[in-house]
């Protein structure tokens, strides 16, 4: 069943999966960004690019997604960044190797607010790591990129189990998620782009429209 309904619709299927999973070889990079998340497998991955050697910093990004009112992981935390902080420093990441943007809510803000941050500390970002989960990486890719347009962005992904490329169409959870990404990718991102081809600078955050992180 699984190869014949491949094999009927591979064209669609093949489609949407070169388009949503975005895929780099890590390389040598100024750090690492890491947009919020409660999952721990893009962080336990961006701790093993650090423990290699690929950047000298992590920057993990977020507060709680837009549609809570807190954060909804561990409740010993208050934000995403506190989470994902401590789950670097126990994976052997230094503290002072973790910078610090504990307020965005969703991923465009996971970017600017990022910015924010290397601009305020004066750090240069000719090339980044972007260290994502795997169905997330398109969207990630293009806000991190609009933030720093004149960086270099290697989307370094973690795999889900059971929505990846050679998966995602099997399970209706995995459609759901990754066709979701390819609907975010026209209605949040169609104002920032419009800003971009036309010269001016994008929304505020706050005022785009918001379906999901």
């Known amino acids: 069943m699984q190869n014949e309904f491949y ?20 390389e040598k990079s100024d750090l690492i960004f890491l947009p919020g998340s409660s999952h721990e497998e893009h962080v336990r991955l961006a701790a093993k690019l650090y423990a290699e050697g690929y950047a000298p910093y992590i920057l993990p990004s977020g507060c709680h997604a837009k549609a809570a009112d807190a954060f909804s992981g561990d409740p010993e935390f208050d934000s995403e960044w506190a989470w994902m902080r401590s789950l670097l420093l126990s994976l052997g990441v230094p503290d002072d190797a973790i ?13 600017t607010f990022s910015r924010k941050v290397t601009d305020g500390l ?18 990630a890719l293009f806000y991190y990129q609009a933030a720093y347009p004149e960086s270099r962005i290697l989307t370094v992904p973690a795999a889900v189990p059971a929505i990846g490329p050679d998966t995602w169409y099997l399970t209706e959870e995995g459609r759901h998620t990754v066709l979701g990404e390819v609907r975010r990718m026209g209605s949040q991102v169609m104002e920032i782009f419009d800003c971009l081809m036309e010269g001016r600078e994008p929304p505020p955050a706050n005022t785009l429209p918001f379906e999901g992180n």
């Open 7 to 26: 094999l009927q619709h591979r064209a669609y299927i093949d489609a949407v999966t070169r388009f949503i999973f975005v895929q780099d070889l890590p």
């Open 99 to 111: 910078l610090r943007e504990d307020k965005a809510t969703f991923t465009w803000e996971n970017a």
């Open 122 to 139: 004066h750090l240069p970002v000719h090339q980044a790591i972007l260290c994502c989960r795997s169905y997330h990486a398109r969207r």
